[in-house]
């Protein structure tokens, strides 16, 4: 059973950087999920985050050991949510998590569409200039979910796998993405998947039409 640790968080102002929602704090009774996520929870830039198809992010807890031990003067920065994900849990990784997953929590269905896309808003809000290339290249992003089906949701409820439509994990899709050169049969695969974003559709369709594989410093640098 994997008990998730729940978070929401409200839009607000940064001093030097754009306003942002990477800021949540933990619920602890029950929240009303939705088609949108949940309940109270904001986006920022809603072309980027948010919508139906990025209605919740998941990040592994475990990840933050692993980036403790890489930024030990930081270290204290490196506990959930840093990342501004919706849900944490132990034991559900990029390995063990499949494109197009389905999960029941609670009264809830959510559907996994694609991996989480680092951006650079999070170099500056870790402090880190780099921070976005490193989650993109060590694969340790976490993933996103739309919401099959809304109701009533709670950390005491665990996610329960109930459908599996895709033999491509999680950590595969990076890899795809963002780790290998251009590979027409593997874009293919991942276009197959079951529930794949309209996002990512997107991006793997235009590799398709243009032969090559888009730039990644305006998302990952910002330029």
């Not at 991996?115 to 290339?133: A, E, G, Q, T, W």
């Not at 694969?139 to 950390?155: F, K, N, Q, T």
């Amino acid at each position: 059973m994997h008990y998730p640790d729940v978070y929401l968080g409200s839009i607000r102002p940064y001093e030097g950087g754009r306003p942002s929602a990477i800021a949540k704090h933990l619920v602890e009774g029950a929240v009303h999920l939705t088609p949108l996520g949940l309940a109270g929870d904001e986006q920022a830039e809603k072309s980027y985050h948010g919508g139906p198809d990025r209605a919740l992010c998941h990040y592994p807890r475990e990840h933050y050991d692993h980036w403790r031990q890489q930024f030990p003067v930081q270290a204290e920065q490196f506990y959930s949510p840093a990342f501004g994900e919706n849900i944490s849990t132990l034991g559900l990784t990029e390995h063990n998590v499949f494109m197009g997953d389905i999960f029941r929590w609670g009264e809830a269905l959510i559907q996994v569409t694609q991996p989480r896309s680092p951006c650079y808003k999070l170099n500056y809000h870790f402090d880190i200039v780099d921070m976005s290339v490193l989650m993109q290249q060590t694969g340790r992003c976490g993933w996103l979910y739309r919401v099959v089906s809304a109701g009533a949701v709670s950390r005491a409820q665990p996610l329960e796998l109930v459908a599996r439509n895709s033999d491509v994990s999680v950590a595969e899709a990076i890899g795809i993405a963002w780790h290998m050169p251009f590979d027409e049969e593997q874009y293919r695969r991942l276009l197959a998947v079951a529930g794949l974003s309209a996002s990512w559709s997107k991006t793997m369709l235009a590799r398709l039409t243009t032969g090559k594989v888009e730039d990644f410093n305006r998302r990952l640098l910002g330029r």
